[in-house]
Nanobody, 126 residues
Framework: VQLQASGGGLVQAGGSLRLSCAVS????????MGWFRQAPGKEREFVAA????????YYADSVKGRFTISRDNIKNTAYLQMNSLKPEDTAVYYC????????????????????WGQGTEVTVSS
């Protein structure tokens, strides 16, 4: 399985970006998907997760109400819509996939994911 994240860039505070994570393979619907971020000098932190069927989502408190995770099981792609961006959202954003038979699982820890994308950089200027 290969994950390819894209959509990062430079945006002013209050702006929006949509990140995409294209997943290779024919079993995308078997994976719970997550987004994490890592700012310089900090540990990688959980941002959002979506279950296999897209029936459930979960967000870090810091992004709740501003970010929306979604997925398209036909296009094998997960998304992270980021609105009302703040300078503290500046980080490299990573998408991750976890193979699971549980349609409702929402992993939130780094070590719960099997596969990782290469990261896409988001910079929010004040």
């Amino acid at each position: 399985v290969q994950l390819q994240a894209s959509g990062g860039g430079l945006v002013q505070a209050g702006g929006s970006l949509r990140l995409s994570c294209a997943v290779s393979g024919r079993t995308f619907s078997s994976y719970a998907m997550g987004w994490f971020r890592q700012a310089p000098g900090k540990e990688r932190e959980f941002v959002a997760a979506i279950s296999r069927s897209a029936g459930s989502t979960y967000y870090a408190d810091s992004v709740k109400g501003r970010f929306t995770i979604s997925r398209d099981n036909i296009k094998n792609t997960a998304y992270l819509q980021m609105n009302s961006l703040k300078p503290e959202d500046t980080a490299v954003y990573y998408c991750a996939a976890r193979a699971t038979a549980n349609r409702a699982v929402l992993p939130t820890r780094v070590n719960e994911y099997n596969y990782w994308g290469q990261g896409t950089e988001v910079t929010v200027s004040s």
